[in-house]
């Protein structure tokens, strides 16, 4: 009952923000089919956000329950009087009218709501992986009066990460009274559902604009939530196939073979499955929900393997991190169905012709940078995106109207770096405090997708477009634009080819050909020197002539994915270039050289054509770079950019593939069930038959939202320990420092009381480096250790620390010395071993070990 509660009181205050959201929807989105209505939640939560992030920073407000609600009568004040005052009564006259509409949208929020929080119920904990650094954020975000809010895990700074979905958790767990732990879970589901139904929004305004029949688009734009959120890749089906033992044969030494899996090249898969062969997934001392999330492999030139990070949507849901990428989603939705909404505006929103004094005044380019700059902030791999699909949507309205493609490209540009400032001047206070660990941009010459895994990884998008795509050449393509389209397509594919063997070139020979300019022993040749060198290593070559001939045979040899790339590429611009595309799938066909359509006409065809351009930009841009970051390979622009390109095509695959039902034409319409089946039996197998390994479904009475249950059950006394200390006044802590997806932290992280230093891995990521950091982790060592009062009181006094903490880790880390703390400090808390001591205020105090 209480979980329902909860699910329920969430629902309740998030539907309350949408609604107060709905007049900028609508003012906003008004050309979609529901009026943005199914955005509106997320428009909600972004703007109160936003404006409650800028009064507590500006210290107009406090992070309080208080302050939390003036935010919100600034919200409403600020929409009602100044954005959509004349909206408000056409928009709740619309919801009157289409009562039915807004009923069936509530309906697909609130199921898939509490079915996400269902889930996250029988697999609750706050444990492994990246959970700890969340939750550590909520709470520090909570525990911080005013922003920027302080870091957990290195006291005396702020948090240097992209925080602002973090932000909206903490809010919405503060004004809902509900405890951080739970709050964790329950913004995981709502996110979830706040992405899904905003993907149902966006779907049924496409294929409303192609039937008259408002009734069957309805129908068919659940495939957006399903195909997005609710399948998996087509790992899981590998899965089935494997425990079913097809495609092994018996070895000579008795076992099992396969040239098959062998040369498919996905781990575990590789190994011989388990007897009897069932066809139930399952893993001997693995984990068989995991490696869906790591179908690519990157091989450098001397064979070593690199891992890299492949997740999608229903993946995220059941590992329960509620990382940036996650709390993103709803957010990026958002961003595709803006965009959507500048493309089937009736008149343009941003115009460009009229000088900037005029340009700046709109107030479609400021809800365009709240977006954007909104995403850098959620998840600042998202913000080139979303600027480059609010610009490309206004270029391709451009290039409707006068067909050419040079000025449109310069207008992409120009709204790209419009919105791009824009967003970054509206945020400007979280930019000036942000430090990234991005080192540039690297050629990916050794490192690509092979074709095979590319194809695991999104078939079940693929599909639906490749499928709908041909059907338009097929029935309405009596030109031949696909053959220029083509031509088009590999000249771009190219022409990255040929940039990122430029940028090698550079990377290996420029230290040569500026020798003679700086000198040979000069310190910048030498670094210069250095990072070639680096550079050659990671890619597994012995010198640049070396990395470019095997490259080249590599790509050549296995050129699944770019062939791919370019059938696609070349089906989808010749949508986009051709002049005459019906509206109705049911109105009679073109005739041969007779056009009965506009060039200008504004189709969901084209707009669903202009989402798999897109996607292919953001999946396509890691075969050729990748960021150079901590980890030095593909890993997190592979993670982060397929992810954006899963929800990118995921759209236009739901559209394309309830496009295909609507035809009416029989031969489309088997086209369309054959998809649909192919498509859910690739899908599918993943959330039927693997959630179940991860979700606890056989102890419903043991469901729980509370992520740190686990916490309370196994370790009481250090819960106890830390539920006290919440209680006492605010202050910095020592506690033993650790590894990364550790327990080390975790005192802070359950408090959100900054220690002296967390997971100092995480920490470099974050700040680029360990400058910051200094002697944290030697002198905490030292504070623990020491016999030596005076030492100790220089550590407590250099670092502002208010408690010291004392349990399993720090007693298994540092076997400390506790004679010199029951001497000179105050014992506040003494349960079964676990202490905490407070240390005097005149020690205390100070910076927190910021210089």
Do not use: C
């Amino acid at each position: 009952m209480i979980l329902f509660l909860q699910i329920f009181e969430w629902y309740l205050i998030i539907l309350v923000i949408g609604l107060f959201a709905f007049p900028l929807s609508y003012r906003f989105l008004g050309s979609l089919a529901d009026k943005g209505y199914s955005l509106s939640r997320a428009v909600g939560i972004l703007v109160w956000a936003f404006l409650f992030w800028w009064l507590t920073t500006l210290r107009i407000s406090s992070n309080t329950v208080g302050g939390i609600l003036f935010s919100v009568a600034v919200f409403i004040a600020l929409t009602y009087f100044l954005i959509a005052r004349g909206n408000w009564k056409g928009a709740f006259a619309w919801v009157r009218e289409n009562w039915r509409l807004v009923l069936i949208e509530e309906v697909v929020f609130l199921a898939i709501f509490a079915l996400s929080a269902v889930l996250r119920a029988g697999n609750p904990n706050i444990e492994g992986t990246e959970k700890p650094m969340e939750l550590a954020f909520i709470n520090a975000i909570q525990q911080s009066q005013f922003f920027p809010p302080h870091d957990p895990w290195l006291s005396g700074y702020a948090i240097s990460y992209y925080y602002f979905g973090y932000i909206m958790v903490a809010m919405l767990a503060k004004i809902s009274g509900t405890a951080a732990a739970v709050a964790f879970n329950l913004s995981l589901a709502a996110w979830y559902a706040m992405g899904s139904l905003g993907a149902y929004g966006i779907v049924y305004s496409l294929l409303e604009k192609l039937t008259p029949d408002r009734k069957k688009a309805l129908g068919m734009a659940v495939i957006a939530p399903i195909l997005i959120f609710w399948l998996g890749n087509a790992e899981g089906f590998l899965e089935v196939l494997h425990a079913g033992g097809v495609f092994w044969q018996p070895a000579p030494d008795g076992g099992l073979q396969s040239n098959f899996w062998t040369s498919l090249d996905i781990r575990e898969l590789r190994d011989p499955p388990s007897e009897p062969f069932d066809f139930l997934p399952k893993r001997v001392g693995g984990l068989v929900w995991w490696r869906a999330s790591r179908v690519l492999s990157d091989y450098d030139l001397r064979g070593q393997w690199h891992e890299v990070i492949d997740e999608f949507p229903y993946f995220s849901l059941l590992l329960g991190d509620l990382h940036p990428h996650v709390l993103s989603i709803p957010f990026f939705i958002l961003a595709i169905g803006f965009s959507a909404g500048l493309y089937f505006r009736e008149k343009p929103a941003i115009r460009l012709e009229n000088g900037l004094s005029k340009i700046l005044p709109q107030p479609d380019l400021w809800a365009a940078a709240l977006i954007a700059g909104g995403m850098a902030f959620l998840n600042i791999w998202d913000f080139p995106t979303s600027a480059g699909l609010f610009a490309g949507a206004l270029a391709l309205r451009k290039y409707q109207q006068n067909g050419k493609f040079f000025r449109a490209f310069l207008d992409f540009i120009q709204y790209g770096l419009l919105i791009g400032v824009g967003g970054g001047i509206l945020y400007l206070p979280y930019f000036l405090g942000f430090s990234s660990q991005a080192g540039g941009l690297l050629p990916s010459l050794s490192f690509f997708t092979r074709g095979i895994h590319f194809w695991i990884m999104f078939a079940t998008l693929l599909l639906p477009i490749f499928g709908y795509f041909i059907y338009q050449a097929v029935t309405t393509n009596k030109q031949g634009d696909w053959f220029p389209a083509l031509i088009r397509i590999g000249f771009v594919i190219a022409a990255f080819w040929i940039l990122s063997y430029l940028a090698a070139f550079l990377i290996t020979a420029l230290p040569a050909l500026i020798t003679g300019l700086a000198g040979p022993n000069s310190s910048a040749i030498n670094k210069l020197k250095d990072s070639a060198n680096l550079f050659l290593n990671k890619q597994g070559a012995d010198g640049l002539a070396d990395l470019l001939v095997k490259t080249t045979v590599r790509r050549m040899v296995e050129p699944g994915t770019w062939l791919s790339l370019m059938a696609l590429g070349a089906l989808t611009i010749s949508l986009l270039m051709r002049k005459n595309i019906p509206v109705d799938p049911n109105d009679p066909p073109l005739e041969e050289d007779h056009a009965i359509y506009e060039v200008e006409k504004r189709t969901p065809v084209k707009f669903s054509a202009f989402l798999v351009l897109i996607g292919m930009a953001v999946v396509g841009f890691p075969e050729f770079f990748y960021l150079l970051d901590f980890f030095g390979n593909r890993m997190n622009t592979i993670f982060k950019f397929y992810y954006q390109g899963w929800q990118i095509w995921g759209v236009a695959a739901a559209f394309s593939l309830g496009a295909l039902w609507l035809t009416g034409k029989r031969r489309w319409i088997l086209l369309a069930s054959s998809l649909s089946i192919l498509v859910f039996l690739l899908g599918s197998a993943y959330p039927l038959l693997i959630t179940s390994s991860k979700v606890n479904f056989s102890a419903p009475e043991r469901w729980t939202l509370d992520g740190q249950s686990f916490f309370k059950e196994y370790n009481p006394d250090e819960f106890a320990a830390i539920h006290f200390l919440k209680q006492q006044p605010f202050g910095i802590l020592a506690e033993a420092v650790g590894g990364s997806y550790t327990a080390y932290a975790r005192v802070a992280t359950f408090s959100g009381y900054p220690n002296v230093l967390g997971w100092p891995g995480h920490e470099s990521q974050w700040r680029g480096g360990y400058t910051e950091m200094g002697s944290r982790g030697t002198d905490i060592e030292r504070l623990y250790r020491t016999t030596n009062w005076t030492e100790a009181r220089e550590i407590l006094q250099r670092y502002s620390i208010r408690y010291v903490y004392v349990g399993s880790l720090e007693y298994s880390a540092y076997a400390p010395n506790l004679l010199k703390f029951d001497q000179n400090l105050t014992k506040i808390f003494d349960q079964n071993g676990v202490l905490i001591y407070q240390v005097p205020l005149d020690l205390a105090q100070g910076s927190g070990g910021k210089p």
